[in-house]
């Protein structure tokens, strides 16, 4: 089975954790919390949630970054040699864990741990494409 989730939002990294006292650890960043909101509202609103899709388990995504201003002219046009990859920070393992991690809490996937082959690209936004990002997943019904 192959699910698709388009997801509109600003694509976050999971980073570590920092402890904060009494044994209680938080996400040191706090762009993850509504990237992961995000995927799993995305996920239950495109019926892919509740799938529970089990490993073998294949992921294909696509992260879409908004473009820095400097890819524009005065006019608003693109600047011509303005590049369509986005190869800066967040690093794109960090991104796809907190995706993975979405998709599991959205129940699309039983675990993240069954998940055994990933194809992952970071893009630039377009005019035809808003930030956020395109995920496929195939794996079976348990």
């Given amino acids: 089975m192959i699910v698709q989730i388009d997801v509109l939002g600003i694509p976050a990294p999971q980073g570590s954790k920092r402890h904060v006292g009494r044994g209680i ?56 040699g303005a590049p369509y990859v986005h190869s800066v920070t967040p690093d794109i393992d960090k991104v796809l864990r907190a995706t993975l991690d979405a998709l599991t809490q959205a129940a699309v996937i039983t675990d993240d741990a069954r998940v055994q082959h990933v194809e992952a690209r970071k893009l630039y936004a377009t005019s035809d494409r808003a930030p956020g990002a395109l995920i496929h997943v195939k794996g079976t019904n348990p």
């Avoid at 996400?27 to 949630?49: C, D, F, I, L, M």
Wanted: cysteine-free; proline content about 9%.
């Fill in 25 to 80: 650890l938080v996400e040191s960043s706090t762009k993850v919390g509504p990237w992961r909101e995000a995927v799993v509202a995305a996920a239950t609103n495109q019926g892919a949630a509740n799938r529970q899709l089990d490993g073998p388990i294949h992921v294909d995504v696509s992260f879409y970054f908004p473009r820095p201003k400097g890819h524009y002219r005065a006019n608003g046009d693109l600047k011509p």
